[in-house]
């Protein structure tokens, strides 16, 4: 939703005098071309509400805000230092790159780069990468990367004064005028999981992601025996009566004009699916992130670790996985197949296929994330990690917004969503991808 005006909605009014009194500083407005604003707080700064968080001595660090393109880009090589020395393999989705290609197709002018760093001897020790948007007149923090990012997570230099830093550049994020910070798909071993408990985070819906720990086993063959006989006789089926159809193949890319043909074709696949099935996904229905994934696949400089796996027969691609790697760890995106096929559990011959391949590589888990679907609990084993999302209302009408809508009417409606009668979700489908063609941007 794109952001409104004060003068438009009165109730705001008495907002404004209490951001004024909290406010640090000016924030620098979104704008391709202005030099970026760092918006500075005394490293002292204790959080005032939370007395349970008060932090303790340490080395200064000293926050800002980065609230412009170009400042975001100017960070590039600073960042990807931070992730090489402190980022681990689930925050693949708060890389640079990733976060580069997001703005690249989804920053616009209803949402406002937020993104906060603290730095420690002039070195950047911790980057919280958000974005302020407003929605129903509420201000509201989340993470930069949305809707396409699967986990979200802040950034920071591990060591002893970790905690301290955290704490304090919570109270910064506290400090900057949002009615509510809303922190989407949040794992429970994400560095930033601790603080928000401590700070009495609400949670507004919790999910699964299912893993898989390829670490386990020496070889793929070893791992596959923790599968029953039957299971595994099973995926062999699929795999014979797939072979009867004709001459199958299995590819796999990193990068290029091959992988850029098989992410569209992929999209396309899944959307197919969703028709057939009634389902409805704003998301995927974006014309957006078509560009987004086709840009990652042709990007050699600023590449997130691209995967792309398909199955040919007779030399043409009937089943795509769009997966990610980082550090070890392999984040299977989108898996989507041709419904021809459907009954050869091509599918399945797919999945073992790109999982297979990590182990080969040396990839030392396989997280299939949230939801925990039936298929991919049929791959998962005790490795599933548990993913939440968080809020944190920090005025009354943010409070207001976390219990009428993140609490029970957003839910009622994804619930509903999920349930419409199969015509009913065709329809909206095609509703839907009309008005993002009649759009300039390409979205309703």
Not at 20 to 44: D, T, Y
Not at 385 to 402: N, Q, R
Not at 431 to 436: E, F, L, S, T, V
Request: hydrophobic share 40%; proline share 6%; with cysteine.
């Amino acid at each position: 939703m794109r952001a409104g005006r004060d003068r438009d909605l009165p109730v705001l009014k008495a907002l404004k005098a209490r951001r004024r009194a909290h406010a640090v500083g000016p924030v620098a407005p979104p704008s391709s071309n202005a030099r970026h604003r760092r918006v500075l707080i005394p490293a002292g700064l204790a959080p005032t509400a939370e007395a349970d968080l008060a932090p303790g001595p340490s080395k200064a660090c000293e926050f800002a805000v980065i609230a412009d393109r170009a400042g975001f880009d100017a960070l590039e090589q600073e960042w990807n230092a931070l992730f090489a020395r402190a980022g681990r393999p689930c925050q693949i989705f708060q890389t640079f790159n990733w976060l580069w290609h997001w703005a690249n197709h989804y920053l616009d002018g209803g949402t406002e780069l937020t993104v906060v760093t603290g730095r420690q001897d002039g070195r950047l020790a911790i980057v919280w990468p958000l974005v302020a948007t407003r929605v129903a007149g509420v201000r509201q923090l989340s993470w930069m990367g949305e809707p396409v990012s699967q986990y979200g997570d802040v950034l920071v230099e591990e060591g002893p004064d970790t905690p301290d830093w955290l704490r304090r550049s919570w109270a910064y994020v506290k400090s900057l005028g949002a009615d509510i910070v809303h922190l989407r798909k949040v794992r429970s071993d994400a560095v930033i999981s601790p603080l928000l408990a401590e700070a009495g985070a609400i949670s507004t819906d919790s999910a699964t992601a299912p893993c898989l720990d390829l670490a386990s086993a020496k070889d793929f063959e070893t791992y596959k025996q923790r599968y029953s006989a039957k299971k595994r006789s099973r995926r062999r089926r699929h795999l014979r009566r797939l072979q009867e159809a004709g001459s199958i193949t299995f590819e796999q890319h990193s990068r290029g004009p091959m992988a850029h043909d098989l992410v569209g074709h992929a999209l396309g696949l899944k959307r197919a699916w969703l028709v057939q099935r009634g389902l409805f996904s704003p998301v995927l229905q974006d014309s957006r992130l078509d560009r987004f994934f086709r840009d990652i696949a042709l990007d050699r400089a600023r590449s997130p670790g691209t995967r792309i796996s398909a199955v040919r027969c007779n030399g043409a691609p009937i089943a795509v996985e769009i997966s990610f790697e980082c550090k070890a760890h392999v984040f299977g995106y989108i898996i989507s197949h041709d419904l021809e096929f459907e009954k050869q559990g091509l599918g399945v011959v797919l999945a073992e296929y790109s999982i297979r391949t990590a182990h080969e590589q040396g990839c030392a888990k396989f997280d299939l994330l949230a939801p925990a679907d039936a298929y991919k609990m049929d791959w998962a084993d005790d490795a599933s990690i548990e993913v939440a999302d968080l809020a944190m209302p920090l005025s009354h009408a943010g409070a207001l917004y976390a219990r009428l809508w993140l609490g029970s009417a957003r839910q009622w409606v994804k619930k509903a969503a999920g349930g419409l009668p199969p015509r009913l979700g065709r329809m909206l489908s095609a509703i839907y991808c009309w008005a993002a063609t009649s759009s300039p941007q390409g979205k309703p």
